[in-house]
């Protein structure tokens, strides 16, 4: 029952912006990692940030000094600014957290939302 949901994809012009927005929704208890990551065509998904529940962060290479992730504790929800946008950011961006619940600890994934950069 619990689901992360984003939200904020889109097609952007190279040098653009986005933000992401991911929400957990069902019964939670207490949620430690968030990150985002992305896939695109013919290649291995990747780490692109992560955030722990203390607020200590971590970046791929290819986005330091671009994106910014962030999470906002009481509504669940973390978020992923995304700056000076390039072509080889595009990619299908997913949500994933460490969620407990009920049942104990669960890795869960979001749908994932496409992010398309054009030049």
């Known amino acids: 029952q619990v689901q992360l949901v984003e939200s904020g994809g889109g097609l952007v012009q190279a040098g653009g912006s986005l933000r992401l927005s991911c929400a957990a929704s069902?019964?939670?208890?207490?949620?430690?990692?968030m990150g985002w990551y992305r896939q695109a065509p013919g290649k291995q998904r990747e780490l692109v940030a992560g955030?722990?529940?203390?607020?200590?962060?971590n970046y791929a290479d290819s986005v330091k000094g671009r994106f910014t992730i962030s999470r906002d504790n009481a509504k669940k929800t973390v978020f992923l600014q995304m700056n000076s946008l390039k072509p080889e950011d595009t990619a299908v961006y997913y949500c994933?957290?460490?969620?407990?619940?009920?049942?104990?600890?669960?890795?869960?994934w979001g749908q994932g939302t496409q992010v398309t950069v054009s030049s």
């Open positions: 955030s722990t529940s203390g607020g200590r962060t």
């Open positions: 069902g019964i939670i208890f207490s949620i430690n990692n």
């Open positions: 994933n957290a460490d969620v407990r619940g009920p049942v104990g600890w669960l890795d869960v």
